[in-house]
T-cell receptor
Framework: GAGVSQSPSNKVTEKGKDVELRCDPI?????LYWYRQRLGQGLEFLIY????????KSGLPSDRFSAERTGESVSTLTIQRTQQEDSAVYLC????????????FGPGTRLLVL | EDQVTQSPEALRLQEGESSSLNCSYT??????LFWYRQDPGKGPEFLFT???AGEEKEKERLKATLTKKESFLHITAPKPEDSATYLC????????????FGPGTRLSVLP
């Protein structure tokens, strides 16, 4: 694929509902990152996957947030019992070589919790 | 704790008016400093990676430089299409594979 893709591009949900966000990384990229970006703010790290290693979940803000990745392909970020403060853009990035570690970002999923 | 700050928060330039954006960092064991451009409603777009003090990278009207405490993104004769938010991020020994992002500088270039 040409780049990182994310779906849906926009999601409106009601408080208390669960949402699932999807990320398709660049083919062959072993590392995958999820970030949250609140309006007018910088990127906040959520979780990192590297190959088959255990993910680094140190950035997840609460146990309502979880993520999975199948091998070196698609990842899903799940937010359970959404709250209004979860409203943000959720960005996914992937990277390849150990040396460069340059991240390439997807367009993001804009989540609005009413 | 690693910290990344950026200044100014916002910058308005006239077309052709050169300027610089600053990214200051406090990290233990810098493993790379990255510059990104982010247009409204889009994900960040990679611009440069710098690894050691004294290193410089150039791309069109942009030049990034790195010292032991900060990085500058110099914009020469900017055009309106350079308007965007510019983000810097660092990787360090403290955070392993993770990146710490600064809050960004919103650049507006007026015709």
């Amino acid at each position: 694929g040409a780049g990182v893709s994310q779906s849906p591009s926009n999601k409106v949900t009601e408080k208390g509902k669960d949402v699932e966000l999807r990320c398709d990384p660049i083919s062959g990229h072993t590392a995958l990152y999820w970030y949250r970006q609140r309006l007018g703010q910088g990127l906040e790290f959520l979780i990192y996957f590297q190959g088959n290693s255990a993910p680094d979940k140190s950035g997840l803000p609460s146990d309502r947030f979880s993520a999975e990745r199948t091998g070196e392909s698609v990842s899903t970020l799940t937010i359970q019992r959404t709250q209004q403060e979860d409203s943000a853009v959720y960005l996914c990035a992937s990277s390849s070589s150990q040396v460069m570690k340059t991240q390439y970002f997807g367009p993001g999923t804009r989540l609005l919790v009413l | 704790e690693d910290q990344v700050t950026q200044s100014p928060e916002a910058l308005r330039l006239q077309e052709g008016e050169s300027s610089s954006l600053n990214c200051s960092y406090t990290v233990s064991g810098l493993r790379g400093l990255f510059w990104y451009r982010q247009d409204p409603g889009k994900g960040p777009e990679f611009l440069f990676t710098l690894y050691s003090a004294g290193e410089e990278k150039e791309k069109e009207r942009l030049k990034a430089t790195l010292t032991k405490k900060e990085s500058f993104l110099h914009i020469t004769a900017p055009k309106p299409e350079d308007s965007a938010t510019y983000l810097c991020a660092v990787r360090s020994d403290n955070y392993g594979q993770n990146f710490v992002f600064g809050p960004g500088t919103r650049l507006s270039v007026l015709p």
